[in-house]
């Protein structure tokens, strides 16, 4: 018994590593990417909160850069087993929320951002490498 708890006290960040909402999780984020959005951060929100799994923020300029930013994500996750719950915000506001339940996606123009600090406020919850294959960077 003591030996299959510590395995999985071992395992967890690989099991968790493995969850669906992780994958998809990635795909929005390279999908912003590919839209050329700026500052994108995936944040695992498993250990520190029960509404997602991941936040995904990123930055954009114009309404029409939110607009393409958006729509990308939006196609990349149909593609997915979530369905969207929720939209807030439009892409002429400061911030669009596009809520799958295990993921949302936090779309910011202008000041927004740091005004809401989503970082900073979740600050104990880890980043998660997204590789940006613009650069071969990972973010």
């Known amino acids: 018994m003591v030996r299959l708890v510590i395995h999985l006290l071992v395992n967890l960040e690989k099991l968790q590593a493995e969850l669906p909402s ?14 050329k959005a700026d500052d994108v951060v995936l944040i ?15 930055s954009v300029h114009t309404e029409g850069h939110a607009r393409g930013v958006r729509e990308a994500i939006e196609e990349s996750m ?3 087993e979530l369905k ?3 939209r807030e915000g439009s892409d002429s506001s400061g911030w669009v929320l596009l809520d799958w339940g295990d993921i949302v996606v936090h779309i910011f ?4 951002r740091e005004y809401y600090d989503l970082e900073g406020l979740w600050g104990d919850a880890p980043a998660v ?10 973010v």
């Open 84 to 86: 969207l719950r929720r």
């Open 129 to 138: 490498k997204v590789e940006d294959t613009r650069s071969g960077d990972a």
């Open 109 to 112: 123009r202008g000041s927004e």
């Open 22 to 35: 992780t994958h998809h999780a990635k795909l929005a984020a390279a999908a912003a990417l590919e839209k």
């Open 44 to 58: 695992d929100m498993s250990s520190v909160s029960i509404m997602a799994d991941y936040f995904l923020v990123c």
């Open 78 to 80: 149909e593609t997915s």
